[in-house]
């Protein structure tokens, strides 16, 4: 809103000079002055609150999309590096480095994973 507000002031002074140059008259240029500005200022505060849920939802629809996919492998790959689901799991202290599993490992814990779940 601070940001709004800071440059509705800067757009006052430009539509009175812009608004007097073109008229010559005090009460024109005023009145330009505080009817134009005001209305762009509550058009730029709703639009800037359109944008942001405009991007939140396309990082929302990114997300979902990229954790709907599974993991897909060709037949020549060796080890894949895979985290391991929880701290408890893991070979090593928590925050270390990705163990390095082999493709049959990795299916067989999405297996596993998936019997699990149902």
Known sequence: MAKTLSFGV???GIAFGVSYALSGSVAVAGAVTLVEPLCNMVAHYFFDG???RREAAKGAARA???ASQAPRWSAGE???PVRAPSAAMA???VGSRPQLQTQEQV???WALRARLAA
């Open 10 to 12: 800067l757009h006052l």
């Open 50 to 52: 359109w944008w942001a």
């Open 64 to 66: 979902a999309a990229a």
């Open 78 to 80: 060796g080890a894949v």
């Open 91 to 93: 070979s090593g202290p």
């Open 107 to 109: 299916a067989h814990g």
